[in-house]
């Protein structure tokens, strides 16, 4: 004990010569609370997204433009559109997936109603979950490979006629990685 103070108090002499004072420990009401770490948290803080475009191609040779978030990393395509209250017309979301395979989405904690447009490899409209039905653990597939998912407001493609088989261009999406 007569050895560990003097060493101790050296210590906190030294630190504060250097500039390094010792710092206090904040008292637990001033603690900073813990980061949520699950995405599918209503309260986790999810950073923000890159955002391109989406061009559509309808059956009548017409073309809509879709604003969207950028899902490419695990985390962002498992967050997805959940506790979201409203998707404005002309918006949605982009998810990239690093193989075309039979895609899966499921809508929980997902609030509002979405139209799920399933994109190949090759950007084409490979099939359509129309009105998918909020807060469901029910599995939404077209049944073929895609590569990409599209997430736009609930009745859109049937309200602008986008079909399988239709054209699909991105924008401002080249050069993204695609995460596992």
């Known amino acids: 004990m007569g050895v560990a103070m003097p060493l101790l108090l050296a210590t906190a002499c030294q630190q504060e010569a250097q500039g390094s004072a010792p710092r206090a420990t904040p008292k637990a009401a001033e603690a900073p609370r813990p980061r949520v770490t699950d995405v599918t948290a209503e309260d986790y803080v999810m950073p923000p997204l ?16 879709v604003e969207v978030e950028i899902a490419a990393t695990a985390d962002s395509r498992q967050r997805g559109m959940m506790w979201r209250k409203e998707l404005a017309a002309g918006k949605g979301m982009l998810f990239l997936f690093p193989h075309e395979q039979v895609q899966g989405f499921w809508m929980r904690n997902t609030l509002i109603s979405l139209d799920m447009i399933f994109i190949t490899s090759d950007l ?26 599209l997430e736009v407001p609930g009745g859109w493609t049937e309200k602008v006629g986008i079909r399988k088989g239709s054209a699909v261009r991105f924008e401002g999406v080249a050069g993204l990685d695609i995460e596992p």
Do not use: K, M, T
């Open 50 to 65: 890159p955002r391109g475009h989406v061009r559509l191609e309808d059956a009548f040779g017409g073309a809509h433009r």
């Open 124 to 149: 084409r409209v490979a099939g359509i979950v129309s009105r998918a039905v909020p807060r469901s653990f029910e599995s939404r597939s077209v049944g073929a490979p895609s590569q990409y998912v």
